[in-house]
């Protein structure tokens, strides 16, 4: 097996090279003969995926059968690994992961040659960008991190997966964040193909618009489960640490989704086209950035790969990615003309060209705080890291005011907006959030939490106050829409609603991502609230925590042949009746030298969650250390997450045909004005 | 305008001015900002190794220096002199590490005067021709009436 995925692994790059070189000579022909070998090219990309597949499947084989002449499986998998843990084994290593790229990269490839009916020229073209990408990738593979190399003597048993690895999470979470990165490759190809070709028209932002969404989904899932994750498993009581690669996946994340948004502008309005091209290379870019930072050991991080060469190759790829977009759009530039021009301040476009500065900002922010250790061990030879205290003050302050621009950017026209539309369209949005923000201080005060003395709590009501906002907007977006289609079609309001969001999925799946992005900031604003008790706990002990009352009952031990476990079983008391029982555990696995895993026992609600770890052993008393935490809120982040997956999935949704409505008279539209009432479209 | 302004430059203004220190905070404040130097990469009150050579003796000194001194920055320095500079994850507003709080908001300023430069050239350019000039047939011409006024453009 292992023979057979490294010939795999060979012809698949064979090739993705014979795609990129036939690609490139089919590119400048440009007659009949170009047009057949771009054809066989095509059919080459896609034959690449097949053989990248079976030499996967080849790794995952090995690493099922056991097969520790593999140095890889040797290393990343050992006898006593539950099966869906060795199925992960392909990603968990550094060689596994190059290959797992490959191979990810070679099935997004595999589907867009399928589609190339969509327009053969482009996709012809990108096919041979992504070739190019598939190249490097193949070559890391087979030369630099091969995931096949053999033992000189087998060994009895491999050397385990990272314990921290072995949660359910992890089996997905990397693939999801792969995913994402693999994905923006797609629309990278098309931008770069389409300048190179001096395409016309938007026609490849119609077509990779779906790519990038679906990336940004997957990169989107993917953060968030890396963010439970860390929530479930590192027992640190968060969810999120401003790790460097923690940050490397926020990179891309956030220049998406300001591709997402300005990409708008160009497609509405011909407009921002050098800066959605150069949007979607640096999206890529930082995507093979943060690959980078994870693997080649450059930043310290508790869930980096260990140092090694494969950086060199990664630094050497992004040189000649940035050289390549810049020769390309040097001499091409002049194809990259706007069409229109802004005729307002106060209008849609100005909006998007300030979210766009504020997630640029942000992400600017973020690879500052990222590579500042290694400019300071450039400049004083000391690898100096920055902390959570550090991004916090930096990225809260961007981030409330992308949470303002949410709110007010959709109620913004297109082209200009009038002063007596934003004053009609905030009026009552503006006077929900101001109420809310009241009640939400005076519960507040009433459970005794002076807000105003902390910075902290004074952002998260600033947080509350807006996202409150954002909530009331989409509400009155999706309302006011909804009573012009009930009127039309005589029925109720949330069929109304239901008719008014097929016909324009896209706008629509657009608010309800905001409306879970919203759900998030809450989540995250509620962080500022935490409290938490540490102490040794003998039977019997407790730990009054807020409304909660911790007794100690027992403290157990197990044994596996996968890991040994020390618990404690501990009674929850809530307002002094009894609520549930709480086991939090340490585990150590045996593979691994016997370092500890947490696993956290959590009571959690949309309130607040009880966060209970077991943190060891007093070794004199032999009684464990209890630490409990209780995180206000965080229930609301996943939960806007999973509506952020839902208004993505919205979006990626076709409209519905435009079906036939009367067109109401002159004399209903006069007396929806009077009502108050707009058409369906306003802020559209 | 000059009123919305205000009401949004109010609360900003809060957010900055207020915020007193809380006492009984101070390690945990303090502690946020020191990383466990074992080589683990997490910061020191979030460190949970059983036995980590470091973070129970750096916790203690932690307690002990906030007894000693009100002075926060103090007790980072302490930390940066007893641990090294790269125990401290927050960097100092003086010196080198004054480059990492610069940075950030100068790539946002710039961003802001790019913006604004576009969004000049932008309104500069010769405005289109206007659709009277056009000769449209009448029937699009209401169209487009309607359009204008259902999109209040």
């Excluded at chain 1, 997004?108 to 399928?114: D, K, M």
């Excluded at chain 1, 008014?500 to 896209?506: A, F, I, K, P, Y």
């Excluded at chain 1, 031990?557 to 555990?585: C, H, I, M, W």
């Excluded at chain 1, 979006?651 to 435009?658: D, I």
Aim: proline share 4%.
């Amino acid at each position: 097996m292992p023979l057979l995925g490294s010939f795999c692994l060979l012809f698949a790059l064979a090739l993705a090279a014979y795609c990129f070189v036939v690609g490139v000579i089919a590119a400048v022909r440009k007659d009949a003969v170009g047009y057949r070998l771009a054809e066989t090219a095509r059919r080459a990309g896609m034959a690449s995926f097949a053989a990248v597949l079976v030499a996967a499947g080849a790794l995952v084989y090995a690493a099922l059968t056991d097969d520790f002449s593999v140095a890889y499986i040797l290393h990343h998998s050992n006898r006593a690994l539950p099966g869906p843990y060795k199925f992960a084994v392909l990603w968990s290593g550094q060689e596994g992961s190059v290959l797992f790229w490959a191979l990810l990269l070679s099935a997004y490839g595999f589907v867009l040659r399928l589609r190339h009916k969509v327009d053969q020229r482009l996709v012809a073209m990108a096919s041979m960008v992504l070739a190019g990408i598939q190249v490097f990738f193949l070559v890391l593979a087979n030369f630099a991190a091969n995931p096949f190399g053999i033992m000189d003597r087998v060994a009895a048993d491999g050397s385990g997966l990272n314990p921290l690895l072995q949660y359910p999470e992890m089996v997905i979470h990397p693939p999801m964040l792969y995913l994402g990165y693999v994905g923006v490759s797609v629309p990278f190809a098309f931008a770069l193909a389409a300048l190179i070709m001096r395409y016309p028209g938007e026609k490849w932002i119609h077509i990779t618009r779906r790519w990038t969404m679906v990336a940004w989904l997957f990169l989107t899932f993917g953060i968030s489960l890396g963010a439970h994750w860390a929530y479930a498993v590192l027992g640190w009581g968060g969810y999120w640490g401003w790790d460097p690669v923690e940050n490397a996946s926020l990179l891309p994340w956030l220049s998406t989704t300001a591709f997402l948004h300005s990409v708008m502008m160009q497609e509405k309005r011909g407009m921002m086209k050098v800066w959605n091209v150069w949007l979607i290379f640096i999206t890529f870019m930082l995507s093979i950035l943060g690959t980078m930072l994870t693997r080649s050991g450059m930043v310290s991080s508790v869930h980096a790969f260990a140092q090694s060469s494969i950086g060199t190759w990664f630094s050497a790829f992004l040189a000649i990615t940035a050289v390549v977009c810049i020769v390309v759009f040097v001499l091409n530039r002049d194809h990259l003309h706007s069409e229109n021009q802004l005729e307002s301040l106060v209008s849609r476009e100005s909006s998007f060209m300030f979210n766009n500065l504020l997630l640029l900002g942000a992400c600017f922010a973020v690879l500052c705080g990222t590579l500042f250790p290694m400019l300071s061990e450039a400049v004083r030879d000391v690898k100096m890291n920055l902390g959570a205290p550090f991004y916090n003050k930096v990225m809260v302050p961007i981030g409330l005011l992308l949470i303002f621009l949410t709110a007010v950017g959709p109620l913004l026209a297109w082209r200009n907006t009038s002063v007596g539309s934003i004053k009609r369209n905030f009026a009552i949005p503006g006077t929900v959030a101001l109420l809310v923000e009241v009640v939400v201080g005076a519960m507040l005060v009433k459970n005794g939490i002076r807000f105003w003395t902390d910075v902290g709590q004074m952002y998260a009501m600033l947080a509350f106050c807006l996202s409150t906002l954002v909530i009331a907007t989409v509400a009155s977006e999706f309302i006011r829409g909804g009573i012009v289609w009930k009127n039309k079609l005589q029925t109720n309001i949330f069929a109304g609603m239901y008719q008014l969001s097929r016909r324009n999925m896209r706008r629509y799946g657009g608010y309800v991502v905001h409306f879970g992005v919203v759900l998030v900031v809450i989540g995250l604003a509620g962080a500022a609230f935490d409290r938490d008790q540490e102490q040794e706990m003998a039977t019997g002990d407790k730990i009054e925590i807020g409304r909660y009352t911790v007794v100690s009952k027992a403290y157990t031990e197990d044994d596996n042949a996968n890991y040994g476990s020390r618990a404690a079983l501990l009674d929850v008391y809530k307002n002094g009746k009894f609520l549930t029982q709480l086991n939090p555990e340490e585990r150590r696995f045996k593979a691994s030298g016997g370092q500890p895993v947490h696993i956290v026992a959590n009571h959690s609600t949309l309130r607040e969650d009880l966060y209970v770890t077991f943190q060891g052993l007093n070794d004199q008393t032999g009684h464990p250390i209890i630490k409990a935490i209780i995180n206000p809120l965080v229930n609301w982040i996943w939960i806007g997450v999973l509506v952020i997956v839902l208004g993505t999935g919205m979006a990626l949704v076709p409209n519905a045909t435009p079906m036939s409505v009367p067109v109401p008279s002159t004399v209903a539209l006069a007396n929806m004005e009077k009502q108050g009432m707009q058409p369906a479209g306003v802020g559209k | 305008m000059k009123r919305i302004l205000q009401s949004l430059l109010l609360p900003l203004a809060l957010v900055l001015l207020m915020g007193a220190d809380n006492q009984e905070a101070r390690f945990q404040k303090v502690g946020s900002k020191i990383m466990c130097t074992c080589s683990c990469a997490q910061m020191l009150l979030q460190c949970d190794h059983v036995g980590c050579p470091n973070s129970d003796q750096m916790r203690s000194q932690l307690r002990a220096q906030v007894a000693k001194t009100s002075n926060d920055e103090e007790i980072l320095d302490w930390f940066r002199t007893s641990w090294g500079v790269t125990a401290v994850v927050e960097p100092r507003t003086h010196g080198f590490e004054l480059l990492a709080w610069i940075l950030p908001p100068a790539g946002l300023g710039l961003g802001l005067l790019a913006v604004l430069f576009v969004i000049r050239k932008w309104k500069m350019q010769p405005a289109p021709v206007a659709a009277a000039d056009l000769n449209l047939a009448p029937d699009l011409e209401a169209l487009r009436d309607r359009a204008r006024r259902e999109t209040e453009i």
